[in-house]
Protein backbone atom coordinates (compact mmCIF):
# COMPACT_ATOMS: atom_id res chain seq x y z
CA UNK A 1 0.00 0.00 0.00
CA UNK A 2 1.57 3.20 -0.95
CA UNK A 3 1.88 5.88 2.04
CA UNK A 4 -0.41 8.69 2.91
CA UNK A 5 1.69 11.23 1.88
CA UNK A 6 2.63 9.41 -1.47
CA UNK A 7 -1.05 9.22 -2.14
CA UNK A 8 -2.05 12.81 -1.41
CA UNK A 9 1.57 14.44 -3.30
CA UNK A 10 0.12 16.49 -5.64
CA UNK A 11 1.10 15.12 -9.62
CA UNK A 12 2.86 17.52 -11.83
CA UNK A 13 1.75 18.26 -15.19
CA UNK A 14 3.46 16.60 -17.62
CA UNK A 15 6.26 18.30 -19.98
CA UNK A 16 4.86 19.68 -23.17
CA UNK A 17 7.57 20.02 -25.83
CA UNK A 18 5.32 21.58 -28.20
CA UNK A 19 3.16 24.17 -27.42
CA UNK A 20 -0.40 25.17 -28.78
CA UNK A 21 -3.25 27.58 -27.31
CA UNK A 22 -6.89 26.44 -28.61
CA UNK A 23 -7.94 30.23 -29.05
CA UNK A 24 -4.85 31.61 -30.93
CA UNK A 25 -5.85 33.51 -34.26
CA UNK A 26 -5.95 31.79 -37.63
CA UNK A 27 -6.09 35.02 -39.41
CA UNK A 28 -4.97 38.14 -39.02
CA UNK A 29 -6.78 41.16 -37.03
CA UNK A 30 -6.00 43.85 -39.00
CA UNK A 31 -6.51 42.80 -42.50
CA UNK A 32 -8.41 39.56 -41.90
CA UNK A 33 -5.91 37.82 -44.08
CA UNK A 34 -4.79 33.95 -43.67
CA UNK A 35 -1.39 34.38 -44.44
CA UNK A 36 -0.04 34.71 -40.76
CA UNK A 37 3.08 33.10 -39.31
CA UNK A 38 4.23 32.17 -36.00
CA UNK A 39 7.59 34.41 -35.14
CA UNK A 40 8.69 34.92 -31.70
CA UNK A 41 7.21 34.24 -28.13
CA UNK A 42 7.40 36.33 -25.23
CA UNK A 43 6.73 36.24 -21.48
CA UNK A 44 3.74 37.62 -20.26
CA UNK A 45 1.71 38.57 -16.60
CA UNK A 46 -0.21 35.51 -16.10
CA UNK A 47 -3.78 36.20 -17.25
CA UNK A 48 -6.78 35.05 -16.73
CA UNK A 49 -6.87 32.15 -18.41
CA UNK A 50 -3.46 30.86 -16.54
CA UNK A 51 -1.32 31.43 -19.59
CA UNK A 52 2.40 32.49 -19.35
CA UNK A 53 3.56 33.39 -22.44
CA UNK A 54 2.24 34.71 -25.77
CA UNK A 55 3.04 34.01 -29.44
CA UNK A 56 4.14 37.10 -31.63
CA UNK A 57 2.25 36.44 -35.00
CA UNK A 58 3.65 38.33 -38.34
CA UNK A 59 0.81 38.76 -40.71
CA UNK A 60 2.65 39.11 -45.12
CA UNK A 61 -0.38 41.28 -46.17
CA UNK A 62 -0.27 44.33 -44.00
CA UNK A 63 2.85 43.50 -41.89
CA UNK A 64 1.05 43.57 -38.24
CA UNK A 65 2.44 41.91 -35.48
CA UNK A 66 0.45 41.27 -32.82
CA UNK A 67 -0.18 39.30 -29.45
CA UNK A 68 -1.11 35.43 -30.65
CA UNK A 69 -4.48 34.61 -28.87
CA UNK A 70 -4.89 38.02 -28.89
CA UNK A 71 -7.72 39.46 -26.51
CA UNK A 72 -11.14 39.60 -27.60
CA UNK A 73 -13.22 43.46 -28.05
CA UNK A 74 -14.87 42.05 -24.74
CA UNK A 75 -11.49 41.84 -22.79
CA UNK A 76 -10.55 44.74 -23.98
CA UNK A 77 -13.28 46.49 -23.44
CA UNK A 78 -13.44 45.47 -19.27
CA UNK A 79 -9.80 46.67 -18.76
CA UNK A 80 -10.42 49.78 -20.36
CA UNK A 81 -13.77 50.72 -18.47
CA UNK A 82 -13.78 53.10 -16.00
CA UNK A 83 -14.45 50.12 -13.28
CA UNK A 84 -11.24 48.50 -15.16
CA UNK A 85 -6.96 48.07 -14.26
CA UNK A 86 -6.42 51.02 -16.98
CA UNK A 87 -8.64 53.67 -14.70
CA UNK A 88 -7.17 52.30 -11.48
CA UNK A 89 -3.69 52.98 -12.68
CA UNK A 90 -4.78 56.08 -13.48
CA UNK A 91 -6.84 57.15 -10.49
CA UNK A 92 -4.25 59.34 -8.95
CA UNK A 93 -3.72 61.44 -12.23
CA UNK A 94 -6.77 61.89 -13.32
CA UNK A 95 -7.89 63.46 -9.93
CA UNK A 96 -4.75 65.86 -10.00
CA UNK A 97 -6.30 66.83 -13.46
CA UNK A 98 -9.96 66.88 -11.91
CA UNK A 99 -9.21 69.27 -8.95
CA UNK A 100 -6.94 71.40 -11.02
CA UNK A 101 -9.75 72.05 -13.67
CA UNK A 102 -12.32 72.49 -10.89
CA UNK A 103 -10.28 74.95 -9.13
CA UNK A 104 -9.79 77.01 -12.33
CA UNK A 105 -13.56 76.98 -12.90
CA UNK A 106 -14.27 78.14 -9.76
CA UNK A 107 -12.35 81.10 -9.49
CA UNK A 108 -12.85 81.89 -13.72
CA UNK A 109 -9.34 81.55 -14.03
CA UNK A 110 -7.87 82.57 -18.20
CA UNK A 111 -5.67 79.91 -19.39
CA UNK A 112 -2.61 80.09 -18.19
CA UNK A 113 0.63 80.00 -20.40
CA UNK A 114 3.05 77.62 -19.11
CA UNK A 115 6.69 79.29 -19.03
CA UNK A 116 8.71 76.23 -18.81
CA UNK A 117 8.31 73.78 -22.14
CA UNK A 118 7.73 70.15 -21.81
CA UNK A 119 7.60 67.23 -24.35
CA UNK A 120 4.52 68.11 -26.01
CA UNK A 121 5.66 71.59 -26.42
CA UNK A 122 8.51 70.30 -28.49
CA UNK A 123 6.08 68.13 -30.90
CA UNK A 124 3.63 70.72 -31.05
CA UNK A 125 6.34 72.75 -32.88
CA UNK A 126 7.28 69.25 -35.04
CA UNK A 127 3.71 69.37 -35.81
CA UNK A 128 3.13 73.27 -36.91
CA UNK A 129 4.48 72.76 -40.27
CA UNK A 130 1.50 70.22 -41.08
CA UNK A 131 -1.46 71.56 -39.27
CA UNK A 132 -2.05 75.45 -38.08
CA UNK A 133 -1.95 74.41 -34.04
CA UNK A 134 -1.71 77.78 -33.04
CA UNK A 135 -3.71 80.27 -35.20
CA UNK A 136 -6.93 77.67 -35.40
CA UNK A 137 -9.13 78.49 -38.70
CA UNK A 138 -12.64 79.64 -37.81
CA UNK A 139 -14.72 76.50 -36.30
CA UNK A 140 -11.45 74.26 -36.96
CA UNK A 141 -12.24 70.72 -34.81
CA UNK A 142 -10.29 68.24 -33.20
CA UNK A 143 -10.83 65.00 -32.55
CA UNK A 144 -8.09 62.96 -30.04
CA UNK A 145 -9.39 59.44 -29.86
CA UNK A 146 -8.02 58.36 -26.60
CA UNK A 147 -7.74 61.70 -24.72
CA UNK A 148 -7.18 60.22 -21.24
CA UNK A 149 -7.81 63.67 -18.86
CA UNK A 150 -7.77 65.79 -21.86
CA UNK A 151 -4.35 67.56 -20.66
CA UNK A 152 -2.03 66.14 -23.27
CA UNK A 153 -3.72 67.78 -26.53
CA UNK A 154 -6.86 69.22 -25.94
CA UNK A 155 -6.25 71.54 -23.36
CA UNK A 156 -4.13 73.37 -25.52
CA UNK A 157 -5.79 73.27 -28.82
CA UNK A 158 -8.89 74.48 -26.87
CA UNK A 159 -7.03 77.72 -25.93
CA UNK A 160 -5.67 77.95 -29.26
CA UNK A 161 -9.17 78.36 -30.76
CA UNK A 162 -9.70 75.00 -31.78
CA UNK A 163 -13.27 73.06 -31.22
CA UNK A 164 -12.35 70.04 -29.25
CA UNK A 165 -13.88 66.73 -29.10
CA UNK A 166 -12.84 63.73 -26.86
CA UNK A 167 -13.46 59.45 -26.88
CA UNK A 168 -12.25 58.19 -23.81
CA UNK A 169 -14.13 55.24 -22.21
CA UNK A 170 -11.66 54.99 -19.08
CA UNK A 171 -12.51 58.75 -16.91
CA UNK A 172 -14.85 61.77 -17.99
CA UNK A 173 -12.80 64.09 -16.54
CA UNK A 174 -11.67 65.34 -19.97
CA UNK A 175 -15.16 66.18 -20.35
CA UNK A 176 -15.57 68.40 -18.10
CA UNK A 177 -14.03 71.01 -20.98
CA UNK A 178 -14.34 69.16 -23.94
CA UNK A 179 -16.72 67.80 -25.93
CA UNK A 180 -17.11 63.96 -25.36
CA UNK A 181 -17.87 61.50 -28.29
CA UNK A 182 -19.07 57.62 -28.32
CA UNK A 183 -17.48 56.90 -31.76
CA UNK A 184 -16.04 58.63 -34.46
CA UNK A 185 -18.48 60.80 -36.41
CA UNK A 186 -18.51 59.44 -40.16
CA UNK A 187 -19.50 62.87 -41.16
CA UNK A 188 -15.88 64.23 -42.63
CA UNK A 189 -16.19 67.37 -40.88
CA UNK A 190 -12.90 67.28 -38.76
CA UNK A 191 -9.36 69.07 -39.99
CA UNK A 192 -7.17 67.60 -37.57
CA UNK A 193 -7.31 63.62 -35.61
CA UNK A 194 -5.08 62.39 -32.67
CA UNK A 195 -4.19 59.18 -32.34
CA UNK A 196 -1.24 59.32 -29.68
CA UNK A 197 -0.39 56.15 -28.43
CA UNK A 198 -2.99 54.27 -28.49
CA UNK A 199 -3.56 52.10 -31.87
CA UNK A 200 -1.14 49.78 -30.03
CA UNK A 201 -3.88 49.10 -27.46
CA UNK A 202 -6.67 48.10 -30.55
CA UNK A 203 -7.30 44.72 -31.62
CA UNK A 204 -8.34 45.90 -34.94
CA UNK A 205 -6.60 48.72 -36.30
CA UNK A 206 -7.46 49.03 -39.57
CA UNK A 207 -11.14 49.00 -38.58
CA UNK A 208 -10.46 52.28 -36.56
CA UNK A 209 -8.05 53.84 -39.01
CA UNK A 210 -10.65 53.88 -41.41
CA UNK A 211 -13.01 55.29 -38.79
CA UNK A 212 -10.88 58.19 -38.26
CA UNK A 213 -10.70 58.56 -41.78
CA UNK A 214 -14.58 59.11 -42.29
CA UNK A 215 -14.25 61.79 -39.06
CA UNK A 216 -11.52 64.26 -40.97
CA UNK A 217 -12.46 66.43 -44.41
CA UNK A 218 -10.70 65.73 -47.58
CA UNK A 219 -6.98 66.81 -46.76
CA UNK A 220 -7.61 66.59 -43.41
CA UNK A 221 -4.80 65.75 -40.84
CA UNK A 222 -4.10 62.61 -38.74
CA UNK A 223 -1.62 62.26 -36.46
CA UNK A 224 -0.29 59.16 -35.07
CA UNK A 225 2.69 57.76 -32.95
CA UNK A 226 2.61 54.18 -31.39
CA UNK A 227 5.79 52.18 -30.41
CA UNK A 228 9.09 52.07 -32.95
CA UNK A 229 9.23 48.34 -34.04
CA UNK A 230 11.93 49.27 -36.70
CA UNK A 231 14.52 50.27 -34.19
CA UNK A 232 14.22 47.62 -32.13
CA UNK A 233 17.49 46.39 -32.32
CA UNK A 234 19.07 50.39 -31.28
CA UNK A 235 16.49 50.59 -28.19
CA UNK A 236 15.93 46.99 -27.53
CA UNK A 237 12.44 47.24 -25.53
CA UNK A 238 10.21 44.53 -27.15
CA UNK A 239 7.61 44.40 -24.05
CA UNK A 240 7.09 48.10 -25.21
CA UNK A 241 6.42 47.04 -29.15
CA UNK A 242 4.14 44.37 -27.76
CA UNK A 243 3.76 42.64 -24.66
CA UNK A 244 0.52 40.98 -24.51
CA UNK A 245 -1.49 42.77 -22.12
CA UNK A 246 -1.76 46.31 -23.14
CA UNK A 247 0.82 46.39 -25.90
CA UNK A 248 -1.38 44.12 -28.15
CA UNK A 249 -0.32 44.86 -31.93
CA UNK A 250 2.73 46.57 -33.37
CA UNK A 251 4.05 48.25 -35.96
CA UNK A 252 6.92 48.98 -38.19
CA UNK A 253 6.88 52.24 -41.20
CA UNK A 254 5.72 50.27 -43.48
CA UNK A 255 3.19 48.44 -42.07
CA UNK A 256 1.52 51.58 -40.96
CA UNK A 257 1.31 52.98 -44.56
CA UNK A 258 0.02 50.17 -45.61
CA UNK A 259 -2.91 50.04 -43.14
CA UNK A 260 -3.23 54.03 -43.57
CA UNK A 261 -3.46 53.43 -47.77
CA UNK A 262 -6.03 50.93 -47.16
CA UNK A 263 -7.96 53.58 -44.94
CA UNK A 264 -7.39 55.99 -47.25
CA UNK A 265 -4.70 58.01 -45.84
CA UNK A 266 -0.95 59.09 -46.99
CA UNK A 267 1.22 59.40 -44.88
CA UNK A 268 3.45 63.19 -45.55
CA UNK A 269 6.17 63.52 -42.95
CA UNK A 270 7.86 61.09 -40.39
CA UNK A 271 8.56 63.16 -37.14
CA UNK A 272 11.82 61.83 -35.80
CA UNK A 273 13.69 64.80 -34.84
CA UNK A 274 16.46 64.75 -32.37
CA UNK A 275 14.98 66.53 -29.55
CA UNK A 276 11.69 65.17 -29.98
CA UNK A 277 12.88 61.77 -28.52
CA UNK A 278 15.50 63.99 -26.06
CA UNK A 279 12.73 65.49 -25.04
CA UNK A 280 10.25 62.39 -24.83
CA UNK A 281 12.15 59.05 -24.66
CA UNK A 282 15.90 60.22 -23.05
CA UNK A 283 17.31 59.85 -26.48
CA UNK A 284 16.02 56.65 -27.70
CA UNK A 285 14.77 55.66 -30.86
CA UNK A 286 11.28 54.69 -29.12
CA UNK A 287 8.51 56.33 -31.02
CA UNK A 288 7.37 56.48 -34.48
CA UNK A 289 5.66 59.51 -35.26
CA UNK A 290 3.78 59.63 -38.63
CA UNK A 291 2.22 62.63 -40.12
CA UNK A 292 -0.93 61.55 -42.72
CA UNK A 293 -4.02 63.32 -44.99
CA UNK A 294 -6.75 61.92 -46.18
CA UNK A 295 -7.07 61.89 -49.74
CA UNK A 296 -9.28 60.24 -52.64
CA UNK A 297 -6.57 58.39 -54.02
CA UNK A 298 -3.99 56.79 -51.63
CA UNK A 299 -0.36 55.35 -52.57
CA UNK A 300 -0.66 51.92 -53.18
CA UNK A 301 0.76 49.52 -50.27
CA UNK A 302 4.28 49.03 -49.54
CA UNK A 303 5.57 45.76 -51.40
CA UNK A 304 6.63 42.98 -48.52
CA UNK A 305 4.87 45.18 -45.63
CA UNK A 306 6.49 42.15 -43.50
CA UNK A 307 10.29 42.41 -43.98
CA UNK A 308 11.33 44.98 -41.92
CA UNK A 309 9.19 43.78 -39.23
CA UNK A 310 11.45 40.11 -40.09
CA UNK A 311 14.62 42.60 -40.03
CA UNK A 312 13.84 44.30 -36.62
CA UNK A 313 13.21 40.84 -35.02
CA UNK A 314 16.37 39.55 -36.54
CA UNK A 315 19.22 42.28 -35.10
CA UNK A 316 17.28 41.98 -32.37
CA UNK A 317 17.97 38.52 -31.87
CA UNK A 318 21.54 38.86 -33.42
CA UNK A 319 22.24 41.06 -30.31
CA UNK A 320 21.25 39.03 -27.81
CA UNK A 321 24.51 38.11 -25.30
CA UNK A 322 24.87 34.35 -24.11
CA UNK A 323 24.80 30.88 -26.38
CA UNK A 324 22.04 29.85 -24.45
CA UNK A 325 20.21 32.43 -26.19
CA UNK A 326 21.21 31.51 -29.35
CA UNK A 327 20.60 28.22 -29.04
CA UNK A 328 17.22 28.59 -28.27
CA UNK A 329 16.46 30.90 -30.78
CA UNK A 330 17.44 28.36 -33.27
CA UNK A 331 14.17 26.32 -31.87
CA UNK A 332 10.86 25.72 -33.56
CA UNK A 333 8.97 28.92 -32.08
CA UNK A 334 6.32 26.22 -30.51
CA UNK A 335 9.04 24.05 -28.96
CA UNK A 336 10.88 27.72 -27.47
CA UNK A 337 7.21 28.51 -26.18
CA UNK A 338 7.04 25.24 -24.41
CA UNK A 339 10.24 25.39 -22.66
CA UNK A 340 9.36 29.49 -21.55
CA UNK A 341 5.99 27.96 -20.34
CA UNK A 342 7.31 25.55 -18.44
CA UNK A 343 10.49 27.49 -16.77
CA UNK A 344 7.97 30.43 -15.88
CA UNK A 345 5.41 27.88 -14.28
CA UNK A 346 9.08 26.27 -12.23
CA UNK A 347 9.80 29.84 -10.99
CA UNK A 348 6.44 30.36 -10.23
CA UNK A 349 6.10 27.28 -7.89
CA UNK A 350 9.52 27.59 -6.56
CA UNK A 351 8.38 31.61 -5.55
CA UNK A 352 5.28 29.86 -3.89
CA UNK A 353 7.05 27.46 -1.64
CA UNK A 354 9.22 30.25 -0.06
Known amino acids: ?39 DVIAIPRDTKGRRVSFITGCDKCGLLFSNPPPTRDELERYYS ?94 LRHQRLDVPPQD ?17 PLSLLRQLAGSLRESGVLFLSVPRLDTLAQHR ?23 LARAGLAVTARLDQPELDDAETDG ?16 PPPAAPLAPALNALRQYASASRGLAQHFLKRLPVRVRAALMDRARERSRGLHAER
Open 188 to 204: GSFDFVILHHVLEHIAE
Open 82 to 175: TEGPWAASHEERTKKIQVKYLSKLKKKEPPQQRADRGAHDVLFDALAAYVPLRTAPPGAKVLDFGCGGGSKFLDKLQDWGWQTFGIEPSTSVAF
Open 237 to 259: DLHYCVNGRTHVVCFTESCLQNL
Open 1 to 39: MPSAERRHKPTRRPARLWLRFPDEATACPGCASSHIRLL
Open 284 to 299: KPLRLRLVATRTATPP
